[in-house]
């Protein structure tokens, strides 16, 4: 389920894009994408004029819809390369946008993508399970390995661009002994819950003579990388 901040900031973003006239019936979310895809690019395919906040989310988040695998094989050609037209623009629109514009693109399509992206989601086999419980497992010791040898900066190469400097600050509040004690203590994980574009694990440490539990959540970011969201 969709937790209704993200809900309001979806219907916010579809408002946006200019497609409100279009009505979906369809209980199929594929479909449903498909379709709003579809008529972005129908509606976009060269230089975006209006350079506005809501416009250039509206015009980078609607690309990243149609970059979705599932919606993307739907797709002719001429649609694709309508698609590689826009993406190349969104690239250079990139380039003159101040930090803080860009940061507050990047974090609201970080909030909505997921969403979406676990709408349009399959289950994945028992296969696919494992391969990415392998992968997910390994940038995790690889983020620990990083700790362990006092590297910081390589430990926030793992994690989301809207947490590496949360995390940065952490690290760095720990001594080199204490950041060993965390490779060590955190290593322990199991998988709780895994969609689409996030994954739950549960991290198990005896701290203090005790057991305790904390939560390990990893998610896809803009480039389909999978990075540490939050522990």
């Known amino acids: 389920m969709i937790n209704r901040n993200v809900t309001v900031l979806i ?31 129908d509606q976009h395919s ?29 797709l002719d ?7 590689e037209n826009v993406l190349l623009h969104i690239e250079d629109i990139k380039k003159r946008l101040s930090k803080q514009k860009l940061e ?5 399509i970080a909030v909505i993508m997921p969403a979406i992206e676990n709408e349009v989601g399959k289950e994945l086999s028992t296969d696919e399970l494992e391969e990415l419980d392998i992968l997910l497992r ?36 720990l001594n080199p002994d204490g950041r060993k004690k965390i490779s060590k203590d955190l290593a322990n994980i199991q998988i709780v819950e895994m969609v689409t574009n996030t994954a739950i694990y549960e991290i198990t440490s005896e701290l203090k003579d005790e057991k305790s539990s904390f939560q390990l959540a990893f998610v896809k970011d803009l480039h389909g990388e999978w990075v540490i969201k939050s522990f």
């Open 104 to 108: 507050r693109i990047n974090e609201s």
């Open 77 to 83: 050609e001429k649609e694709k390369d309508r698609l």
């Open 138 to 173: 390994a940038k995790w010791s690889g983020m620990l390995k990083a700790l362990e040898q006092n590297d910081i900066d390589k430990a926030v190469n793992y994690f989301h661009h809207t947490a590496s400097d949360r995390y940065r600050k952490l690290f760095k509040t």
């Open 11 to 41: 219907a916010a973003f579809i408002l946006l894009i200019g497609l409100q006239s279009y009505s979906y019936s369809s209980p199929d979310e594929v479909k449903k994408y498909t379709q709003q895809c579809k008529n972005f690019l």
């Open 46 to 74: 060269g230089e975006l004029k209006d350079e506005s906040f809501e416009k250039l989310l509206g015009y980078i988040g609607n690309a990243q819809i149609c970059r979705i695998e599932k919606i993307n094989n739907k």
